[in-house]
């Protein structure tokens, strides 16, 4: 969603915690996202890992639905329901048609509703018992019987294995330490981050519960209209740079690497000069440097707490910001912090490309 230029981006109920507490937990992991899916303000930034190609060793079992549990269409989901999967942190028994799943990341929340796997516990960043994102819409049937199991930083090992489940999804940047535990309660799905490797991701979650078809289509559907939409945006405005800044513990330019980076990819869409980095997701910029950031479109995000927000205004106000050519010219685009910050999956990408059909009026 394109955020109207006067007024703020929409403010998340927070815990009332200093913001330096935020910047010291963010900071515990370093992920290649830029979120620890929900409204991190600062996290520390790495160098993107591969993510780990899904591995399917053959091994003889028994194919069968959980008595009581609804299957998903059988074309919709066929692939080989046997075997075994690498994964970021070990392998694991494929488990075909999962009833009860934990997706401890919204990035694998995201790809456990795209891949329509039955959602039985999940975690939030600072929103004790909060909801699922409504931008997750009718995947959200998935979902409906879905507990809280904790905060993202600390998820609560008791809860999750009173859902009794029979597959965990974490990422290892996140919870390594935690996998031994996890795994004793139930298979365990371990990607490495939940940034830029988001579809190499529902690719290894496909592939671990049989469903590297759908996986497939999911993407070459989410694909095929990421290309349609930047050819749009390209004939529209004649092949535009585009600048993706976010205002958090610093201004920061966003790399091909990030998540909004790999969508702005594939839509085949130009960055700027300044946002051709493809070892680090993010680049730090002072206020003295922020004609790195124009281009002929620059979208930007705020980071919703009450500092960063009084920041960004402040910023915004003075004249090196409106010095920019994209300011001046109407072209600077505020958008939804939880879109294109901490929606990576498709769920998110999909948004964001909802903003870019209206920035650039081609929806």
Known sequence: MVVNPSTPPTRRSVAALA????????????????????DVVAETATTPTTATTPTTTPTPTTDAVTPGSVAPPASSVASDPSGTVEH??????????????????????????ALELPLAG????????????????DALVYADAATWVGDLLDPN????????????????????DLYDEFSAIAPTVATESAGGG???NIRLIAAATGRSDLGEDVLADYEERAASVGAAVNSAAGDPTISVVRF???IRLYQPVSFSGVVLEDAGLARPESQQDRDDFIAIISEEELELADADALIYTVAAHEAVERMA????????????????????????DDSWMSGVGVFGAH????????IFGVG
């Not at 937990?25 to 929900?38: L, W």
């Open 248 to 250: 958090a513990d610093a």
């Open 157 to 176: 090992i008791e809860a999750v294995a009173a859902l009794d489940p029979d597959l965990i999804l974490m990422t290892a940047v996140r919870h390594e």
């Open 313 to 336: 205004s402040e910023v915004q106000e003075r004249p090196l910001w409106q010095s920019l050519s994209a300011v001046q010219e109407g072209r600077a685009y505020p958008v939804l």
């Open 88 to 113: 970021a942190l070990g392998t694991v028994e494929v488990v075909s048609e999962p009833t009860r799943v934990v997706a401890l990341d919204r990035s694998l929340i995201d790809a456990a509703l």
């Open 19 to 38: 913001l330096v507490a935020l910047l010291a937990a963010a900071c515990s992991g370093g992920d290649d996202s830029d979120t620890a899916t929900s």
């Open 198 to 200: 988001w579809k190499d």
């Open 122 to 137: 999940y975690t939030t960043y600072n929103d004790p018992d909060g909801a699922l994102p409504a931008y997750f819409g």
């Open 351 to 358: 948004l964001i490309l909802d903003d870019l059909e209206e």
